[in-house]
């Protein structure tokens, strides 16, 4: 069964620093893209970062460069989403997915096949 689990929840000031995980079972880590999406109240769910499968190529969404850096370890099936320099709007439920194609850069919510709980993150002002 595949599963991806994301953790490290938290409430940051303005400014500060959060690092979420994103743990994968049920499939091959080398043979996936992962992504980041997130989603704040009222909103559409966006992408925030992905990365593809062999080269480790990455992609940001325009509003996180510079800030947030993905990064995976495939030995302990897990993703990494570092973010700095975190504002309020980065509020919201953040949730990883995994492309089972992983070739290309994948930004759309369609893209991938399947999809983890999210894990809030809230932003103080």
């Known amino acids: 069964e595949v599963q991806l689990q994301a953790s490290g929840r938290g409430l940051v000031p303005a400014g500060g620093s959060l690092r979420l995980s994103c743990k994968v079972s049920g499939f091959t880590m080398d043979d996936y893209g992962i992504g980041w999406f997130r989603q704040a109240p009222g909103k559409e769910r966006e992408g925030v970062a992905c990365?593809?499968?062999?080269?480790?190529?990455?992609n940001y969404g325009d509003s996180v460069k510079g800030r947030f850096t993905i990064s995976r370890d495939n030995l302990k099936n897990t993703v990494y989403l570092q973010m700095n320099s975190l504002k309020p709007e980065d509020t919201g439920v953040y949730y990883c997915?995994?492309?089972?194609?992983?070739?290309?850069?994948?930004?759309?919510?369609?893209?991938?096949?399947?999809w983890g709980r999210g894990t809030q993150v809230t932003v103080s002002s």
């Open positions: 997915a995994g492309d089972s194609r992983g070739d290309k850069i994948a930004t759309h919510v369609l893209d991938y096949d399947y």
């Open positions: 990365i593809m499968r062999d080269d480790g190529t990455t």
